[in-house]
C-alpha cells in the first residue's frame, strides 16, 4: 500500500502537466451522486447513500480522449436497533450500533468519447487514485472512530447531451467504485455510483 501511495503524487503531476501541456478544451463537470453498497460492504451498510457529489476537471487531448483529475464525497449511514453484541475481549454488550462512513476519492482520469459531435454523446472513462476515508462504528456513543487513506479505482460509462456550440451540456452516468478496505468486518467499500450533473467549459 504504501508503494501505491508513492505513485500516486507521480501520477497526479503527470495529469497536470498534460492539463498544461496539450492545446484543446477543458472542462469542469459538477455532479449530484448516489451510491448503492455492493458485495462484503452491503453485508453491514445496506441502506444506499443519497449524499454525495463528484467534480472533475478534464482537458481534450483530441476529439475523443481527455484526461485530467476527479474527486468527490459521499456519505454512507445504518443505524441497527439496540440488540446484544459480542465483543472481541469475549464480554457481551446491549448497545444501539452505528455505521457513518465518508469516502472521498481523489483519482487521475482518463475517458473516452465516442461520438464527440453528435447530439447524444455516450463515454467509457477510467480512474485510479487515493481514497480519504472517515469510519465510524459506535456501539452507543462509544466505538471505533478511524481516519484513513486507501486505494481507489473507477471505470464509469455513461451520456452527454451538449446544449449548443459553447461546450456546456447534460451529463449522466453510472460507476463502479473499487474501494479497498479492511476493518473490523468490513474487507472492501465498493458501491455501485449513479450521478447526474453539468460540463461547464472553462477555456481552449
Do not use: C, W
Not at 460492504?41 to 480522449?65: A, M, P, Q, T, Y
Amino acid at each position: 500500500m504504501k508503494n501505491k501511495l508513492f505513485f500516486l503524487p507521480v501520477v497526479f503531476l503527470f495529469s497536470a502537466l498534460v492539463v498544461k501541456a496539450q492545446k484543446g478544451e477543458t472542462k469542469l463537470n459538477v455532479s449530484y451522486s448516489a451510491a448503492l453498497p455492493t458485495g462484503n460492504f452491503k453485508n453491514l451498510v445496506s441502506e444506499n447513500s443519497f449524499r454525495g457529489f463528484s467534480v472533475n476537471i478534464l482537458h481534450g487531448v483530441s476529439d475523443n480522449i481527455s484526461v485530467g483529475l476527479a474527486t468527490g464525497f459521499q456519505d454512507f449511514y445504518q443505524k441497527y436497533p439496540r440488540q446484544l453484541y459480542k465483543l472481541s475481549d469475549g464480554s457481551d454488550l446491549s448497545a444501539v450500533l452505528t455505521y457513518s462512513i465518508q469516502t472521498m476519492p481523489v483519482l487521475a482520469k482518463l475517458k473516452y468519447d465516442f461520438t464527440p459531435n453528435a447530439r447524444i454523446q455516450p463515454y467509457a472513462a477510467i480512474g485510479a487514485g487515493a481514497n480519504f476515508i472517515a469510519y465510524n462504528r459506535l456501539f452507543g456513543e462509544f466505538g471505533n472512530k478511524q481516519a484513513k487513506i486507501g486505494f481507489a479505482a473507477r471505470p464509469e460509462a455513461g451520456l452527454q447531451i451538449p446544449f449548443g456550440k459553447g461546450g456546456a451540456g447534460f451529463s449522466v452516468g453510472a460507476s463502479y467504485n473499487i474501494m479497498p478496505f479492511k476493518q473490523d468486518d468490513l474487507k472492501n467499500l465498493n458501491n455501485i455510483g449513479l450521478y447526474a450533473g453539468f460540463n461547464i467549459p472553462m477555456r481552449k
